[in-house]
Nanobody, 125 residues
């Protein structure tokens, strides 16, 4: 499956952005999905993940209550709604997909098979 992320940009603290990730090539609904963030000089960390079934969303404490992951299988697209953005949310955001257990939510970058190209999000203070 091929993934194409979009929607990044420059936003002020407290603002919102919605990232999109369009999938092509295979049936998108058969994959677990996730969004990862990589700041300069840091590792790529999960900010949201969703199982193949669409249940059991995972968010780290740093974004819980502010970020929401969702998917529209009919459109082969996944989304990341980001609200109340903070400067520490700045980074390159990647979408990812993995075929695997129907109910399992994958949160490690090493577990994912397919990656989008990344979209830059910059939050100014």
């Amino acid at each position: 499956v091929q993934l194409q992320a979009s929607g990044g940009g420059l936003v002020q603290t407290g603002g919102s952005l919605r990232l999109s990730c369009a999938a092509s090539g295979r049936t998108f609904s058969n994959y677990a999905v996730g969004w990862f963030r990589q700041a300069p000089g840091k590792e790529r960390d999960v900010v949201a993940a969703l199982s193949w079934s669409g249940g059991r969303p995972y968010y780290p404490d740093s974004v819980k209550g502010r970020f929401t992951i969702s998917r529209d299988n009919a459109k082969n697209t996944m989304y990341l709604q980001m609200n109340s953005l903070k400067p520490e949310d700045t980074g390159v955001y990647y979408c990812a997909a993995k075929s695997g257990s129907y109910y399992y939510t994958y949160i490690r970058s090493t577990e994912y098979d397919y990656w989008g190209q990344g979209t830059q999000v910059t939050v100014s203070s």
